[in-house]
């Protein structure tokens, strides 16, 4: 417990010192919208429909920028090395690395869908859904672009390759995340796709950081 | 622990390139012959079906396909398990033989089968339950060989693959239930399900001689690849440079 504690505390110290390392993910995921909301004609009645798509694909592809970050710098200053030989379990430190990474930048986008669909004209029904959604859903993102991440941590340039490695794998989360939103508007119960969200929240929560860890020490061997 | 020697001899290179190359031209001549029968009986002489005439014969090539891009990729993930779990290096060359032909295979099922729907359903592509996991099933294989080209350490590459192909996998039951899971435009299996197929024995069996036959030519190509893949390898060892000087290369 204290190892994850400490590692936490420090990936949030880490983030505090530098501040725009968290907050351009969130402005990016603000220009999407903004975009998407220009392209159409003005006030399309159309874009409220395509609005919990346009917030998934939005939330997605702006963790998708955090993740070549998530490990990077800690490989390169060595302190990752040094996580891999601590006595500490490496699957806990891992855990924690990605909590840290959901609270920085999943919290974040989670309160920022409400306004944004708001925006989108999204009906008020599809709120709560949405909501509840992105909130079992970002977690499964830090969870599987982590140990993506993980997988490329020694490659030069990664970045061009984890869309590649995250986003067929996260297709489920955002079937069911925005069949959420689309099942709420149309009065049906929304419960049913939230469950099965967290189930695979559940399931990556538990297997993520052992692939993770397994992940980080090939990339030292 | 005697009785496990002769899997120890199994996976040693030598010894595997050795039965590689004795088995494999038999999968290649009994593959051309099956899938001669199978084609050439299913494109030209079994019956018309009733409801889509002859554009029906594209199953001949899209079942077999299909079905091999879901096991090619659970024999990946399998080989990616060993790999992980013993550190066996054939092992870990087998995953990198199989991604490429599971590859084509994924991309041949998609394709044959948006050249049947364009008649059928009117569209070559729908956003239907089995054809988008189809196409995360290709964009899966599309992830391991590109993690696979991005190391330059065979060795840390296949690892890296072998953990992608083991968390994918997860991708398999989607595809393969997609059908049954969900209120899917894809039609249910005609030929596997319990009790009597609902296909008629002139259609079916080129069916079975095509989806065997399909099978055999993935194992040969595979065997083939991983031939390559084991001597790219271990070039330099003294069984590859005997070898070379046997066939004047």
């Given at each position: 417990?204290?190892?994850?504690?400490?590692?936490?505390?420090?990936?949030?110290?880490?983030?505090?010192?530098?501040?725009?390392?968290?907050?351009?993910?969130?402005?990016?995921?603000?220009?999407?919208?903004?975009?998407?909301?220009?392209?159409?004609?003005?006030?399309?009645?159309?874009?409220?429909?395509?609005?919990?798509?346009?917030?998934?694909?939005?939330?997605?592809l702006s963790m998708l920028l955090t993740l070549d970050r998530l490990?990077?710098?800690?490989?390169?200053?060595?302190?990752?090395?040094?996580?891999?030989?601590?006595?500490?379990?490496?699957?806990?430190?891992?855990?924690?690395?990605?909590?840290?990474?959901?609270?920085?930048?999943?919290?974040?986008?989670?309160?920022?869908?409400?306004?944004?669909?708001?925006?989108?004209?999204?009906?008020?029904?599809?709120?709560?859904?949405?909501?509840?959604?992105?909130?079992?859903?970002?977690?499964?993102?830090?969870?599987?672009?982590?140990?993506?991440?993980?997988?490329?941590?020694?490659?030069?340039?990664?970045?061009?390759?984890?869309?590649?490695?995250?986003?067929?794998?996260?297709?489920?989360?955002?079937?069911?995340?925005?069949?959420?939103?689309?099942?709420?508007?149309?009065?049906?119960?929304?419960?049913?796709?939230?469950?099965?969200?967290?189930a695979v929240l559940v399931l990556c929560i538990t297997l993520v950081?052992?692939?993770?860890?397994?992940?980080?020490?090939?990339?030292?061997? | 622990?005697?009785?496990?020697?002769?899997?120890?001899?199994?996976?040693?290179?030598?010894?595997?390139?050795?039965?590689?190359?004795?088995?494999?031209?038999?999968?290649?001549?009994?593959?051309?012959?099956?899938?001669?029968?199978?084609?050439?009986?299913?494109?030209?002489?079994?019956?018309?079906?009733?409801?889509?005439?002859?554009?029906?014969?594209?199953?001949?090539?899209?079942?077999?396909?299909?079905?091999?891009?879901?096991?090619?990729?659970?024999?990946?993930?399998?080989?990616?398990?060993?790999?992980?779990?013993?550190?066996?290096?054939?092992a870990e060359s087998a995953l990198i033989a199989i991604a490429p032909?599971?590859?084509?295979?994924?991309?041949?099922?998609?394709?044959?089968?948006?050249?049947?729907?364009?008649?059928?359903?009117?569209?070559?592509?729908?956003?239907?339950?089995?054809?988008?996991?189809?196409?995360?099933?290709?964009?899966?294989?599309?992830?391991?060989?590109?993690?696979?080209?991005?190391?330059?350490?065979?060795?840390?590459?296949?690892?890296?693959?072998?953990?992608?192909?083991?968390?994918?996998?997860?991708?398999?039951?989607?595809?393969?239930?997609?059908?049954?899971?969900?209120?899917?435009?894809?039609?249910?299996?005609?030929?596997?399900?319990?009790?009597?197929?609902?296909?008629?024995?002139?259609?079916?069996?080129?069916?079975?001689?095509?989806?065997?036959?399909?099978?055999?030519?993935?194992?040969?190509?595979?065997?083939?690849?991983?031939?390559?893949?084991?001597?790219?390898?271990?070039?330099?060892?003294?069984?590859?440079?005997?070898?070379?000087?046997?066939?004047?290369?």
């Amino acid at each position: 417990m204290n190892v994850i504690l400490a590692v936490l505390t420090r990936e949030l110290r880490l983030a505090l010192r530098s501040r725009m390392d968290w907050l351009l993910p969130l402005l990016f995921f603000v220009m999407v919208v903004m975009l998407f909301g220009l392209g159409a004609r003005p006030n399309d009645p159309v874009l409220a429909g395509f609005a919990p798509s346009i917030l998934w694909v939005g939330a997605l592809l702006s963790m998708l920028l955090t993740l070549d970050r998530l490990f990077r710098a800690d490989y390169e200053d060595g302190t990752l090395e040094q996580l891999c030989l601590a006595e500490a379990p490496l699957t806990l430190t891992v855990a924690a690395k990605l909590t840290a990474h959901w609270l920085l930048t999943g919290l974040p986008l989670v309160l920022l869908a409400a306004p944004l669909a708001v925006a989108l004209q999204l009906p008020a029904a599809g709120q709560p859904a949405l909501v509840l959604g992105l909130a079992l859903g970002t977690p499964v993102l830090s969870f599987v672009g982590g140990f993506a991440a993980a997988l490329t941590v020694a490659l030069p340039r990664a970045g061009l390759l984890l869309p590649l490695l995250v986003l067929p794998l996260l297709a489920p989360v955002l079937i069911f995340g925005a069949g959420a939103v689309r099942a709420a508007l149309g009065g049906l119960d929304a419960a049913a796709p939230l469950y099965f969200l967290a189930a695979v929240l559940v399931l990556c929560i538990t297997l993520v950081p052992w692939a993770a860890a397994a992940a980080l020490r090939n990339a030292f061997e | 622990m005697s009785s496990w020697t002769w899997f120890h001899r199994l996976a040693s290179p030598p010894s595997f390139f050795r039965l590689a190359d004795r088995l494999a031209p038999w999968l290649g001549w009994i593959a051309l012959a099956l899938l001669a029968y199978g084609w050439i009986n299913g494109l030209f002489f079994a019956p018309e079906d009733y409801q889509q005439k002859d554009a029906y014969r594209i199953i001949y090539v899209h079942v077999p396909a299909a079905a091999l891009s879901l096991s090619l990729y659970v024999g990946m993930a399998v080989a990616g398990f060993v790999a992980l779990v013993w550190r066996m290096k054939l092992a870990e060359s087998a995953l990198i033989a199989i991604a490429p032909v599971g590859a084509s295979f994924t991309a041949l099922a998609l394709v044959t089968g948006m050249l049947w729907g364009k008649p059928m359903w009117g569209a070559y592509w729908v956003w239907d339950a089995r054809l988008t996991s189809e196409l995360v099933l290709l964009f899966l294989y599309f992830g391991v060989i590109g993690l696979w080209q991005a190391f330059e350490d065979p060795r840390a590459a296949a690892r890296a693959c072998a953990l992608l192909a083991v968390v994918g996998v997860i991708n398999v039951p989607i595809v393969k239930y997609s059908v049954d899971w969900w209120n899917s435009l894809h039609q249910g299996s005609t030929i596997l399900k319990m009790g009597k197929p609902s296909i008629t024995a002139a259609m079916a069996w080129p069916l079975f001689a095509s989806v065997i036959g399909s099978y055999l030519f993935a194992g040969y190509v595979i065997l083939r690849r991983l031939q390559n893949e084991l001597l790219q390898r271990e070039a330099g060892t003294a069984w590859v440079r005997e070898l070379m000087g046997k066939s004047r290369v």
